[in-house]
């Protein structure tokens, strides 16, 4: 069973007109507007430093995170960070692969339960969608943790204690505002490829659409939803079938790098060298591929291995009865022809966003 909540009549593709509009260009302030959040959106994040706190009282204490998929690239990145800030207190990660399944993602929680968990983290799963296994763990004195799950400071379901995310809404944003920018408000079509189960993609989704509409009111927008478990073999064929009903597509948008994997391929054995790729993510292959000017021309990078230091934050808090924060600060940063020949993709991602995050987190524990 894939994950959903009421979505299930959106897991097949679904598609609009796409129709291009090409008296409706967007407005020369409209377009002004674009190109300053571009050009803001591709310098290095600041981030405040937290609280400090004492967080010995969480030596010997075990986190279980509970993997949308663990074969997608950026949620390896994000365990692996994890696991190394806590490593630093004494405390211990255990993963589960939840491979876009509910059942695997409540076994994985009930497996947490046996194993006296002290805190579970859900990585991009919809809390909702195993509430019962998990209103059985928050019942047991078991703290849960939302990863990527909507924008920071949305309600959180009475049994979920704290929330590590960043701006989805703002990646939807930049990543519309980008082709306002790049093609000066003229019309184009656009394919959206969304996958919305995953649970933080309603709001990115939502912020596109309406920054695009603004942006470029002649733009058509066709959307192609795909399940996660099947990205691998319906994207390419749903992005082909979409290009080629669609000429007037320029851009194609899958709304996580993950996604790109499957998309950009499929560009390329379409034929058409006139559509480019914008996507979500900045992991390094979509990122080497930004820099070698293959298909892709933007990408909203979200920092995971921050995240992850973020999350070990979080449960660090929880551990020491400390108050959760409501917003972690973990910003995003936009890889495009302005900055990614900067960036050396042969260094940790971390690197890339020119945030010494690690070091801020370790004052704020007091460990030198």
């Known amino acids: ?84 800030a806590l490593g630093l207190v004494g405390a211990t990660v255990e993963t589960h692969d939840g491979k876009g399944s509910v059942s695997e993602f409540a076994l994985g929680v009930n497996q947490a339960i046996a194993d006296k968990a002290d805190a579970i983290a859900l990585y991009a799963v919809d809390p909702r969608a195993v509430e019962g296994p998990l209103r059985k763990a928050h019942d047991a004195g078991i703290k849960i943790i939302a990863i990527q799950f909507d924008d920071p400071g949305a309600a959180l379901p009475d049994y979920v204690d704290a929330q590590v995310t960043y701006c989805y809404s703002c990646a939807g944003e930049t990543m519309a505002n980008y082709i306002v920018s790049a093609e000066g408000g003229k019309s184009v079509g656009v394919e959206l490829v969304t996958s919305t189960e995953v649970s933080n993609s309603a709001p990115l989704i939502k912020a596109f659409e309406a920054t695009l509409k603004k942006g470029c009111p002649g733009c058509g927008l066709v959307k192609d939803d795909v399940p996660v478990a099947s990205w691998q073999t319906d994207i390419p064929t749903q992005v082909n079938s979409t290009l080629n009903s669609h000429p007037d597509i320029k851009y194609v948008v899958p709304i996580y790098d993950g996604m790109a994997l499957f998309a950009a391929p499929a560009i390329q054995t379409s034929g058409r060298d006139d559509v480019k790729l914008v996507t979500f993510n900045a992991t390094e292959s979509v990122m080497q591929a930004l820099q070698d000017k293959k298909i892709v021309a933007a990408d909203v990078g979200s920092p995971q291995a921050w995240q992850g230091w973020a999350l070990a934050d979080q449960f660090l808090r929880l551990m020491s009865d400390e108050a959760p924060l409501e917003d972690q600060g973990v910003d995003l940063r936009l890889f495009d022809e302005s900055n990614v020949g900067d960036i050396d993709l042969s260094a940790p991602e971390s690197e ?11 004052s704020a524990w007091g460990i030198n």
């Open 1 to 84: 069973m894939v994950v959903g909540i009421a979505l299930t009549a959106l897991l097949a593709a679904c598609n609009s007109s796409g129709d291009v509009d090409t008296s409706q260009q967007g407005s020369d302030t409209a377009v002004n507007e674009a190109e300053d959040a571009v050009a803001k959106a591709a310098e290095p994040p600041v981030f405040e430093a937290p609280p400090s706190f004492d967080p010995s009282a969480a030596k010997g204490k075990k986190l279980w995170i509970i993997d949308l998929a663990s074969s997608i690239p950026m949620i390896q990145t994000g365990d692996s960070a994890t696991a190394d």
């Open 352 to 362: 890339w966003y020119q945030v010494d995050f690690e070091s801020v987190y370790k």
